[in-house]
C-alpha cells in the first residue's frame, strides 16, 4: 500500500484539510444516531496524519452525552468533514465523503453504534501509528 496526500474541505470551502492515508481504506458506516443522521463514512487516523489548511474559525464543535467526543462542523455550510472521536480521542476521524479526490479503493465495513459500548475497542488501534 501507498501512503496518499489527500485533500478534503466541507462544502463551502470555508474548512480545508490534509490527510494521508494508504491509497486503499477501510472505513466504518456507524449506525448511531448521530451517524446515520449525518452520513457519515469514517476514517480514523493517527492525528499526526491531519493537517487544518484553512477555517479554524470557521469550526463550530458539538459534544453530546459523555462529551468526550468533539463534532466540528462549518459554522457556513453545517458539514462535519473531521472530528476527535470518543473511540479515539487521541486521534482524528476523517468523513471521506469530505475527500475531495477519493481513494483508490474503499472497503465499507458497518459498526454497531448504537452498541458503541461493546463494540469500541475493536476501533482503538486506529488512531495510532505504525
Known amino acids: 500500500m501507498r501512503e496518499i496526500i489527500y485533500q478534503g474541505s466541507c462544502h463551502c470551502g ?3 484539510f490534509e ?8 472505513v466504518e458506516n456507524c449506525n448511531c444516531s448521530i451517524c446515520s443522521k449525518s452520513g457519515y463514512l469514517h476514517l480514523i487516523l493517527p492525528v499526526q496524519k491531519f493537517k ?3 477555517g479554524s474559525e470557521s469550526l463550530s464543535c458539538y459534544a453530546f452525552n459523555s462529551g468526550i467526543a ?3 462542523f462549518c459554522k457556513v455550510c453545517g458539514v462535519k ?3 476527535t472521536p470518543r473511540s479515539n480521542p487521541d486521534g482524528i476521524d476523517i468523513n471521506v465523503n469530505c475527500i475531495d479526490t477519493r481513494p ?4 465499507v465495513v458497518d459498526f454497531d453504534g448504537q452498541n458503541w459500548e461493546q463494540h469500541a475497542h475493536n ?3 486506529k488512531s495510532k501509528l505504525p
Open 52 to 54: 487544518l489548511i484553512k
Open 104 to 107: 483508490e479503493k474503499i472497503t
Open 14 to 16: 470555508a474548512i480545508q
Open 123 to 125: 476501533l482503538a488501534h
Open 70 to 72: 468533539k463534532h466540528t
Open 81 to 83: 468533514p473531521f472530528y
Open 19 to 26: 490527510i494521508e492515508a494508504p491509497d486503499a481504506i477501510e
